[in-house]
Antibody, heavy 118, light 107 residues
Framework: EVQLLESGGGLVKPGGSLRLSCAAS????????MNWVRQAPGKGLEWVAS????????FYAASVKGRFTISRDNAKNSLSLQMDDLRADDTALYSC???????????WGQGILVTVSS | DIQMTQSPSTLSASVGDTVTITCRAS??????LAWYQHKPGKAPALLIY???SLAGGVPSRFSAGGSGTEFTLTISSLQPEDFATFYC?????????FGQGTRVEIK
């Protein structure tokens, strides 16, 4: 069974940092691209970042570029999102999701809440 | 960036109705479009990929079509479990973008 489990969320002050993790199981992690998507309270889905299966290419939304870093460890079946210089509008439920060539996100995690507030 | 615009934003319907949601892209995305169903407290579920292909396990009352810049999602004979928010997403290029969502609510 495919499982994606996020962790590392919580309350952080503006300007602070947080590192999210996504533990993957039930599939060959290294064959899939991985992604972070967020949903702010009362808002829609927003793509945040993507990383290719081998980790060679990364992509970011303009709203997080230069502040967030996506990475992966295929040996540990793990995806990460390092979030620095956090702002109030980064407050959201962050979910990881997988994709493969020609396909969109077929499995998602349940998400982890990040709250940025003083 | 490719903008995705869904209409309507909210749709009120009854069990048994047939409803259609439209998604427009600001430039051609060929058939690189997905539809997701999102219920509160749950992970989004993939319904449609490549504009019209049904994802595994999705009931046949869901259908979709379109190409280029205009796409539709149709739900025939709405069931109680179908009431949710639906999102389109283009995966033709980066940045990936979602429509703003269409909430399907019970009339």
């Amino acid at each position: 069974e495919v499982q994606l489990l996020e962790s590392g969320g919580g309350l952080v002050k503006p300007g602070g940092s947080l590192r999210l993790s996504c533990a993957a199981s039930g599939f060959t992690f290294g064959r899939y691209g991985m992604n972070w998507v967020r949903q702010a309270p009362g808002k829609g889905l927003e793509w945040v970042a993507s990383i290719t299966s081998g980790g060679h290419y990364v992509f970011y939304a303009a709203s997080v570029k230069g502040r967030f870093t996506i990475s992966r460890d295929n040996a540990k079946n793990s995806l990460s999102l390092q979030m620095d210089d956090l702002r109030a509008d980064d407050t959201a439920l962050y979910s990881c999701a997988r994709d493969i060539e020609g396909m969109p996100y077929d499995y998602w995690g349940q998400g982890i809440l990040v709250t940025v507030s003083s | 960036d490719i903008q995705m615009t869904q209409s309507p934003s909210t749709l009120s319907a009854s069990v048994g109705d047939t409803v259609t949601i439209t998604c427009r892209a600001s430039q051609s995305i060929d058939i690189w479009l997905a539809w997701y169903q999102h219920k509160p407290g749950k992970a989004p579920a993939l319904l449609i990929y490549k504009a019209f292909s049904l994802a595994g396990g999705v009931p046949s009352r869901f259908s979709a079509g379109g190409s280029g810049t205009e796409f539709t999602l149709t739900i025939s004979s709405l069931q109680p479990e179908d009431f949710a928010t639906f999102y389109c997403q283009q995966y033709s290029s980066y940045p990936r973008t979602f429509g703003q969502g269409t909430r399907v609510e019970i009339k």
